[in-house]
Structure formats: C-alpha cells, structure tokens
C-alpha cells in the first residue's frame, strides 16, 4: 500500500524560506513520477512540481525559480526547497505518487502541510 507524509510546513513572513519533505513508502517508481500540489479553501489544487519518471522536473509557472522539487529515491523523501515565499504562498502543501491505472496514472495523496505566510 502506498502511503504519504509530509512535514516542515509552518509559519514564515514574507521572503523566507521552508523545507517540505515527504516520506513514502510502498511506491514503485514509475514513469509517471511524483509531485507536489497546493491548495487554497475554496480554490483548484494547483501542480507546484512534478518529477517524471526519468527525473526531468517540470514547475507551475508562479514558481519563477524560487522552489526546487528533488526525489532522493535511495530514502524514498522528496522535499520542497521554498525560497522567497509570498503571502499568496500560503496553502496546503501536499504530495502525491502516481502509479499506472488503465489509462493514465492515478495519484496517491499524502494529508497535506499547511504553509502560512504573512506580510
């Protein structure tokens, strides 16, 4: 069974930094990789990063070179490397495994981080 878990997720003020990690176990690696996603209340889950399956790593364009997604998979951690955090950062972080379904990957969601930053 794959399973999830994130932490360092907290409270920063405005052009700080965090750390996210997020332990999994029971995965396979596959071609169809592994990401992290944010959310707002209310609002769509957006792609924050995502790792395919041969280690290219694709970002959502509010990045602009601030976040660096890396998968080290001899301790099964991928980890979120936050620089210049915003206000409009702040959300629920979460990471997520895709394994192959019938006919795309199906993701396997850890609980999710909450990242605050203020003003």
């Known amino acids: 069974q794959v399973r999830l878990e994130e932490s360092g997720g907290g409270s920063v003020q405005t052009g700080g930094s965090l750390k996210l990690s997020c332990r999994i176990s029971?995965?396979?690696?596959?071609?169809?990789?592994v990401s992290w996603f944010r959310q707002v209340a209310g609002q769509e889950r957006d792609l924050v990063a995502h790792?395919?399956?041969?280690?290219?790593?694709y970002y959502g364009d509010f990045v602009k070179g601030r976040f660096t997604a890396s998968l080290d998979k001899a301790k099964n951690t991928l980890t979120l490397q936050m620089n210049s955090l915003k206000p409009e950062d702040t959300a629920i972080y979460s990471c997520?495994?895709?394994?192959?379904?019938?006919?795309?990957?199906?993701?396997?969601w850890g609980p999710g981080t909450q990242v605050t930053v203020s003003s």
């Open positions: 997520a495994a895709g394994s192959q379904g019938r006919d795309s990957c199906v993701n396997t």
């Open positions: 029971g995965f396979r690696y596959n071609f169809c990789g």
């Open positions: 790792i395919i399956g041969d280690g290219e790593t």
